[in-house]
């Protein structure tokens, strides 16, 4: 082995080491659908069915006006400074923030060839110009199984954006598994679009979101602090949509920008632990997907050779009936022309063009079918030749009309389809099982 694969190796080792194991499920879970000639998706696709492969990362996105934390928490959760915060508006456009395996800054058209579901929302005017993507190393929490959706800070008045920030939103709110909806506690959190596409997201999306205080400790005393919170609370339940028991929005702020002399209950790991419960059930749907397409393609593996099969013995028969027919068919043409010739040759005639022993053996052959024909009437003759015609053509029409097949699979094509069923129940759908057994051994003590 050369020192240069020596290293390689070594470095994927570390870098397997490093992995958690709901994130080697996920790999391993993504690989199974698009890598190699045998991948689910190239199954898919060769038996006409449309099978989506799995997302190795939940999508988180934060809306709330500005200033209200949202770059901030980011940053706190990664650990690493990769987002600008501050009172201005920092965010004007979407910002992805996701783990990688280097420090990296795509801009609008590598972001939409990193992220290809993104082409759908180039319909919005110049929103390309506005979406960027981070990547970072950072590998804190649960990071490397999250992609986190920054959105430009929301404002009322006369602020005009660069896109339709609205729809671009609740586009974005379709591709994401939670939504964070940050309100602050220094004037801004009745922002009214902020208000607004919360409403119309909730229309949706009302199971992902969860709404949070941010910068609790800024609010003042805990009696301020619970003033603003029934604030925001009755102004929410205004909306017909949102007007639901049981509302809940923690207080949170980050520990490291803590105000000293204004303490309060900080709730930000509950925000971690709905993260991780969103990855979890993400993981275990994966799974169950992964066990249903499964199934599904090995159930039309079994249609698609049941069908060839039975296309077999149509054409079988299909056979049978052309063979029945054309040999009806030609041999009332070959009567008609025999009792042709014959009409108009007499013995004589052919005794001349042969020997008489051939001439004789001629006649005595032909004999039954002249004596057959001498039985019609002569003025009925022509409507019994027509008749014969047309019973020969029927006989034809009929030959062509049931010996029509059906296409069948090539010897390649079936053997291919029955490797593919093969692997998938004594390879793919173990490999599942084994998967879930160790997602499952992480519950266990």
């Given at each position: 082995?050369?020192?240069?694969?020596?290293?390689?190796?070594?470095?994927?080792?570390?870098?397997?080491?490093?992995?958690?194991?709901?994130?080697?499920?996920?790999?391993?879970?993504?690989?199974?659908?698009?890598?190699?000639?045998?991948?689910?998706?190239?199954?898919?696709?060769?038996?006409?069915?449309?099978?989506?492969?799995?997302?190795?990362?939940?999508?988180?996105?934060?809306?709330?006006?500005?200033?209200?934390?949202?770059?901030?928490?980011?940053?706190?959760?990664?650990?690493?400074?990769?987002?600008?915060?501050?009172?201005?508006?920092?965010?004007?456009?979407?910002?992805?923030?996701?783990?990688?395996?280097?420090?990296?800054?795509?801009?609008?058209?590598?972001?939409?060839?990193?992220?290809?579901?993104?082409?759908?929302?180039?319909?919005?005017?110049?929103?390309?110009?506005?979406?960027?993507?981070?990547?970072?190393?950072?590998?804190?929490?649960?990071?490397?199984?999250?992609?986190?959706?920054?959105?430009?800070?929301?404002?009322?008045?006369?602020?005009?954006?660069?896109?339709?920030?609205?729809?671009?939103?609740?586009?974005?709110?379709?591709?994401?598994?939670?939504?964070?909806?940050?309100?602050?506690?220094?004037?801004?959190?009745?922002c009214k679009r902020t208000l607004n596409i919360v409403e119309h997201l909730n229309e949706f999306a009302g199971d992902k979101m969860r709404f949070y205080l941010s910068k609790a400790d800024t609010a003042g005393t805990e009696t301020d602090r619970q003033k603003v919170m029934m604030q925001v609370v009755q102004e929410l339940c205004k909306r017909p949509g949102l007007n639901k028991t049981g509302f809940d929005m923690p207080t949170i702020y980050i520990p490291s920008l803590a105000n000293e002399k204004q303490r309060c209950v900080n709730q930000i790991e509950d925000v971690c632990r709905d993260i991780d419960k969103?990855?979890?059930?993400?993981?275990?749907?994966?799974?169950?997907?992964?066990?249903?397409?499964?199934?599904?393609?090995?159930?039309?593996?079994?249609?698609?050779?049941?069908?060839?099969?039975?296309?077999?013995?149509?054409?079988?028969?299909?056979?049978?009936?052309?063979?029945?027919?054309?040999?009806?068919?030609?041999?009332?043409?070959?009567?008609?022309?025999?009792?042709?010739?014959?009409?108009?040759?007499?013995?004589?005639?052919?005794?001349?063009?042969?020997?008489?022993?051939?001439?004789?053996?001629?006649?005595?052959?032909?004999?039954?079918?002249?004596?057959?024909?001498?039985?019609?009437?002569?003025?009925?003759?022509?409507?019994?030749?027509?008749?014969?015609?047309?019973?020969?053509?029927?006989?034809?029409?009929?030959?062509?009309?049931?010996?029509?097949?059906?296409?069948?699979?090539?010897?390649?094509?079936?053997?291919?389809?029955?490797?593919?069923?093969?692997?998938?129940?004594?390879?793919?759908?173990?490999?599942?099982?084994?998967?879930?057994?160790?997602?499952?051994?992480?519950?266990?003590?």
């Amino acid at each position: 082995m050369t020192r240069r694969g020596a290293r390689k190796l070594a470095g994927g080792n570390t870098e397997s080491l490093t992995q958690s194991i709901n994130e080697v499920i996920l790999q391993d879970c993504h690989s199974l659908y698009i890598e190699g000639d045998d991948s689910l998706l190239n199954i898919g696709e060769d038996l006409g069915l449309s099978i989506e492969p799995p997302r190795k990362k939940i999508n988180i996105m934060l809306i709330g006006n500005h200033s209200a934390g949202k770059s901030s928490f980011i940053n706190w959760y990664i650990e690493e400074t990769i987002q600008r915060t501050g009172v201005a508006i920092e965010t004007q456009g979407f910002t992805l923030v996701t783990s990688g395996k280097r420090r990296d800054t795509l801009t609008g058209t590598a972001t939409v060839h990193f992220y290809p579901v993104l082409k759908e929302l180039l319909s919005t005017d110049k929103i390309l110009d506005y979406i960027s993507t981070e990547v970072t190393t950072s590998k804190q929490k649960k990071f490397p199984l999250i992609t986190f959706i920054d959105t430009p800070g929301l404002v009322d008045g006369e602020m005009l954006y660069p896109f339709d920030v609205d729809q671009a939103i609740e586009w974005m709110g379709h591709k994401c598994d939670l939504i964070f909806v940050f309100f602050d506690p220094i004037g801004q959190a009745l922002c009214k679009r902020t208000l607004n596409i919360v409403e119309h997201l909730n229309e949706f999306a009302g199971d992902k979101m969860r709404f949070y205080l941010s910068k609790a400790d800024t609010a003042g005393t805990e009696t301020d602090r619970q003033k603003v919170m029934m604030q925001v609370v009755q102004e929410l339940c205004k909306r017909p949509g949102l007007n639901k028991t049981g509302f809940d929005m923690p207080t949170i702020y980050i520990p490291s920008l803590a105000n000293e002399k204004q303490r309060c209950v900080n709730q930000i790991e509950d925000v971690c632990r709905d993260i991780d419960k969103s990855i979890a059930m993400t993981l275990q749907s994966i799974l169950n997907t992964l066990d249903k397409d499964c199934d599904t393609l090995v159930d039309k593996i079994d249609e698609t050779l049941a069908e060839d099969t039975l296309n077999g013995k149509h054409n079988v028969k299909a056979y049978g009936w052309w063979l029945l027919f054309q040999m009806l068919g030609y041999g009332m043409f070959l009567l008609l022309i025999t009792q042709f010739i014959f009409s108009i040759l007499s013995e004589q005639m052919l005794r001349t063009i042969t020997d008489e022993q051939t001439s004789e053996l001629v006649f005595q052959t032909i004999k039954p079918v002249r004596q057959l024909f001498s039985l019609i009437p002569e003025e009925n003759k022509y409507f019994i030749f027509g008749a014969i015609l047309g019973t020969n053509l029927l006989c034809f029409l009929l030959a062509k009309v049931l010996s029509r097949t059906k296409p069948r699979l090539g010897s390649k094509v079936k053997k291919l389809h029955v490797a593919r069923r093969k692997k998938i129940l004594e390879v793919i759908k173990p490999k599942q099982s084994d998967m879930y057994s160790k997602y499952l051994a992480q519950c266990s003590e």
